[in-house]
Structure formats: C-alpha cells, structure tokens
C-alpha cells in the first residue's frame, strides 16, 4: 500500500556533502559539453543535418551541447510511432502505469544533483531553484501515480432504478507536450507524465533554450533479455513518449520524438527502469 503523499524535500546545500555533490555533478555536466543529441524515434537514434546549439546564459560563448533538429518528416515517422505504441500502452493496467512513474521518481531523486547541473548550467537557475525545479518534477510522479490509482478504483456512476450505470475513463491517443524553458524539468515531467500515466504518449519536444536538460530524462530501452511482466510493461512505457528534438526556424519550431522518460517499473535499472 502507497504511503500517503509528502512534498519532496530539498537537499540543504549548507550541509558539506550536498554541496560537494551538487559541485562534482555540476563539473561532471561541463566534461559533456562536446555532445551531439540524437533525436529518439522509435526507440532508435536519428541524425539529421541541422544542429541547434544550446548555451550558458552565464557564459554566452560556452556551448552546453548540440541538438540535431527535426523536419517534417521525423514529425510524421514520430507520430506513426506513438500512434502504433499506444495501441499496447493503453491496454496495459492503470495500477502498472503508475508504478513506472513511481520508478521514475526513485530514479530521478537519486539522480537529483545531476539533473540540477544541467539546469544551473544551461538555464541560469540557482542552486535552490534548480533543486526545487527537480523536486517538483518528483511530486508531479509520485502524486499523478497516487491519482491514477485512487480513480482506476472509482467503479460507479450516479444509479438510476431500472437503469444499469457504468463509468471508465479511457486512454485518447497521442499528445504533443512542448514545456516551457523556466521550468524545463518540472513542466516538462508534470505535463508528460501526466499523459503517459492516463494511458496515453506522447511526442515531446523540450523548450528550444533548454533541451539538454530536457534530455537527462531520455532512457534506454530495457536489455530483450528480461522478460518478466515489469519489464514488458517497462518496454511499453520506453514507447509510450517520444522525444521532440527542438527547432528553432524562422517563426515556429516542432522538434522530434522518441522513447521515455527517466522512469519505468522495477526490475533492474538502466537509467531506465
């Protein structure tokens, strides 16, 4: 049984060992500078010949790491494949939908200190607000996990005499979630896991001024090796979303898709559940 819950608590950075963390993870985030970012479709890397470059607001000259951009055509093969992943996710039970955003969550708080580095360097953000963006991203998890089961339990509607009354809530399809840059892990995780949780994906596309941030959350499918019911359903999850890789043209930028989010089940981790 889930305890009831509680706010995710921040890190004290007065306290030695925090602040020896969050530095060392912030100088492990600077030696990655060099990265070009695939975009993830389907489970598989896609390189294109565009590159949007992402930088330091601290340090304009400094660039946090390079993007391949998407076209019209990742778009669509994107949307075919999320199309097709939702034909499994939707079926798969809300309780076990749940359970991935609560790995999510164990995975993301142990990995707090780096996902703040990578909002300190490429968003500016101090960091409190960084620790605070990356807590909130844990409660969206943990609280949307707790919701969709209290409502998966919500059998009836209102009776009516001579009248059999029956209530379900139902997976719609795909959903595109285009987070703001302010908040690029805390929107970005609420809006998305808050789809994939009700049995949807989702195409995600981070904010165009922070996609290395938003790509912390990209995991690895599970080894085909395990075959056990939460890996299956991990397998499902690391199709549920796919990430939009952003574009910046000229008025309007769509970015690509790809797999999940820093989450899944139990049994064994990867980075992905």
């Known amino acids: 049984m889930l305890s009831e819950f509680h706010n995710e608590p921040y890190a004290d950075f007065n306290d030695p060992s925090n602040r020896k963390a969050q530095e060392d993870a912030i100088k492990n985030a600077e030696r990655q500078f060099s990265r070009k970012y695939a975009l993830f479709i389907n489970g598989a890397e896609v390189k294109t010949d565009r590159l949007l470059k992402s930088y330091n607001p601290s340090n304009k000259d400094e660039v946090v790491g390079s993007f391949f951009k998407a ?64 807590s909130e991203a844990i409660d969206f998890c943990e609280f949307y996990a707790r919701e969709m089961i209290r409502w998966s339990e919500i059998k009836g509607a209102t009776p009516f005499p001579n009248e059999v009354t029956e209530l379900r809530y139902i997976p719609l399809g795909v959903g595109v979630v285009i987070p703001p840059w302010n908040f690029p892990m805390a929107i970005l995780t609420g809006m998305t896991v808050a789809a994939i949780v009700t049995g949807n994906t989702v195409l995600l596309k981070s904010a165009s001024d922070t996609p290395a941030t938003g790509a912390v959350i990209k995991a690895d499918p599970p080894p085909e090796s395990r075959h056990s019911t939460r890996s299956r359903v991990a397998a499902l999850a690391s199709r549920s979303i796919i990430f939009c890789a952003p574009c910046r043209p000229a008025s309007s930028g769509i970015g690509w898709p790809a797999s999940i989010i820093s989450s899944g089940p139990a049994g064994g981790e990867s980075t992905n559940p």
């Open 71 to 134: 076209g019209k055509s990742e778009v669509d093969l994107a949307m075919t494949a999320a199309q097709e992943a939702w034909k499994s996710w939707r079926c798969v039970p809300p309780q076990e939908r749940a359970i991935v955003l609560l790995k999510a969550a164990q995975i993301m708080r142990r990995r707090k200190f780096e996902i703040n580095a990578w909002m300190i360097l490429e968003a500016g953000k101090s960091w409190i607000e960084a620790e605070a963006d990356t």
